[in-house]
């Protein structure tokens, strides 16, 4: 009797104990895909991934592996900086709906476990690019470096942040075709142009619908300082000069990467698309319309990407 009821109890304890293991590393994965924004990770990658897509050529053919470490370089490139970012606003966090969940602000991880993961996230990424060549490696830790070190601490300070947090969220796309060729020209550049100028309305929009969680932390993204009609004459003027820089591949002054004029005339409609929306903010000045145009902007970006992979591959 007294064997088999220790028996029992053995036997509970260890259901118990595995269960409580389990779910630590959900809460540790969980965490860490919170602290790196993997949904954000993941969206920028695709961009790295399409301008390799558009780089490769017969002189630079596809190759698989480069694709792979590509994406697992590049996720660690977008976690790193995330995670720094984290480390050095959690009191900002703390302050704001949206943000005072995180890991950091929550209490669930410690500013070393985060400041940890973004440094070994900083140079596993940097390695493996290396692999592929140094640009991409250099490319990298620029990015990381403004982004942590000089747009973060910004934030606070000026609405200027949004211009230099425009640069290193314009690399990833650029970063895909240095990956592929092992060159920066004037294809590179173009890829980089685009991205830069699409930064400014879709930040400008969450700038707008969110303002008021981020002036709780003394935030202020947009470029006056307040929601009215000159913020959202730039968020359109800026959107033109991003459908005029989408376009400039037709024109066949941007070296390897052109599009077709069928393909133009789909960038050109999916440019008007967003400008509707540009407007639209200008009309109403809602929250609402703000967020409209952030998920139009995205759609935008995405879909834009795509038609210039699939014009290079079956022209």
Same mark, same amino acid.
Not at 30 to 56: C, M, N, R
Not at 85 to 107: A, C, F, H, W, Y
């Given at each position: 009797?007294?064997?088999?009821?220790?028996?029992?109890?053995?036997?509970?304890?260890?259901?118990?104990?595995?269960?409580?293991?389990?779910?630590?590393?959900?809460?540790?994965?969980?965490?860490?895909?919170?602290?790196?924004?993997?949904?954000?990770?993941?969206?920028?990658?695709?961009?790295? #991934?399409?301008? !390799?897509?558009?780089?490769?050529?017969?002189?630079?053919?596809?190759?698989?592996?480069?694709?792979?470490?590509?994406?697992? @370089? @590049?996720?660690?490139? %977008?976690?790193?900086?995330?995670?720094?970012?984290?480390?050095?606003?959690?009191?900002?966090?703390?302050?704001?709906?949206?943000?005072?969940?995180?890991?950091?602000?929550? &209490?669930?991880?410690?500013?070393?476990?985060?400041? *940890?993961?973004?440094?070994?996230?900083?140079?596993? &990424?940097?390695?493996?690019?290396?692999? *592929?060549?140094?640009?991409?490696?250099?490319?990298?830790?620029?990015?990381?470096?403004?982004?942590?070190?000089?747009?973060?601490?910004?934030?606070? %300070?000026?609405?200027?942040?949004?211009?230099?947090?425009?640069?290193?969220?314009?690399?990833?796309?650029?970063?895909?075709?240095?990956?592929?060729?092992?060159?920066? &020209?004037?294809?590179?550049?173009?890829?980089?142009?685009?991205?830069?100028?699409?930064?400014?309305?879709?930040?400008?929009? *969450? &700038?707008?619908?969110? !303002?008021?969680?981020?002036?709780?932390?003394? *935030?202020?993204?947009?470029?006056?300082?307040?929601?009215?009609?000159?913020?959202?004459?730039? %968020?359109?003027? !800026?959107? #033109?000069?991003?459908?005029?820089?989408?376009?400039?591949?037709?024109?066949?002054?941007?070296?390897?990467?052109?599009?077709?004029?069928?393909?133009?005339?789909?960038?050109?409609?999916?440019?008007?698309?967003?400008?509707?929306?540009?407007? +639209?903010?200008?009309?109403?000045?809602?929250?609402?319309?703000? +967020?409209?145009?952030?998920?139009?902007?995205?759609?935008?970006?995405?879909?834009?990407?795509? %038609?210039?992979?699939?014009?290079?591959?079956? +022209?």
């Amino acid at each position: 009797m007294y064997i088999c009821t220790t028996q029992k109890k053995y036997t509970k304890t260890t259901v118990l104990n595995s269960a409580k293991n389990t779910i630590s590393i959900k809460s540790i994965f969980l965490d860490f895909k919170e602290i790196t924004k993997a949904g954000l990770a993941i969206s920028v990658l695709f961009s790295s #991934i399409a301008g !390799y897509l558009l780089g490769v050529n017969s002189e630079h053919p596809f190759k698989w592996s480069v694709l792979l470490i590509l994406s697992i @370089g @590049g996720y660690c490139m %977008v976690g790193a900086s995330n995670a720094f970012n984290q480390v050095i606003e959690k009191d900002i966090d703390s302050l704001m709906d949206r943000t005072k969940n995180r890991p950091v602000p929550s &209490g669930r991880m410690s500013p070393l476990t985060a400041l *940890i993961v973004a440094s070994l996230l900083t140079i596993i &990424g940097i390695a493996l690019l290396y692999t *592929i060549n140094a640009k991409s490696a250099m490319f990298a830790a620029i990015s990381i470096f403004l982004y942590t070190s000089i747009y973060t601490p910004l934030k606070t %300070v000026t609405s200027l942040s949004v211009f230099v947090g425009a640069f290193p969220g314009a690399i990833p796309f650029m970063l895909g075709w240095v990956a592929a060729t092992g060159e920066f &020209g004037i294809e590179a550049g173009t890829l980089f142009l685009i991205q830069f100028f699409w930064q400014f309305p879709h930040f400008w929009a *969450i &700038g707008w619908f969110l !303002y008021d969680d981020y002036a709780k932390a003394g *935030i202020f993204m947009l470029p006056t300082g307040n929601k009215d009609r000159k913020t959202a004459l730039q %968020v359109i003027l !800026y959107t #033109i000069w991003l459908i005029i820089a989408s376009l400039l591949p037709v024109l066949g002054y941007t070296g390897q990467l052109f599009i077709s004029p069928i393909a133009a005339v789909l960038v050109f409609l999916l440019g008007l698309w967003m400008l509707f929306y540009a407007v +639209r903010l200008y009309q109403l000045r809602t929250p609402k319309a703000a +967020r409209t145009l952030m998920l139009v902007s995205v759609s935008y970006i995405s879909l834009l990407q795509i %038609v210039f992979i699939v014009d290079k591959f079956l +022209r």
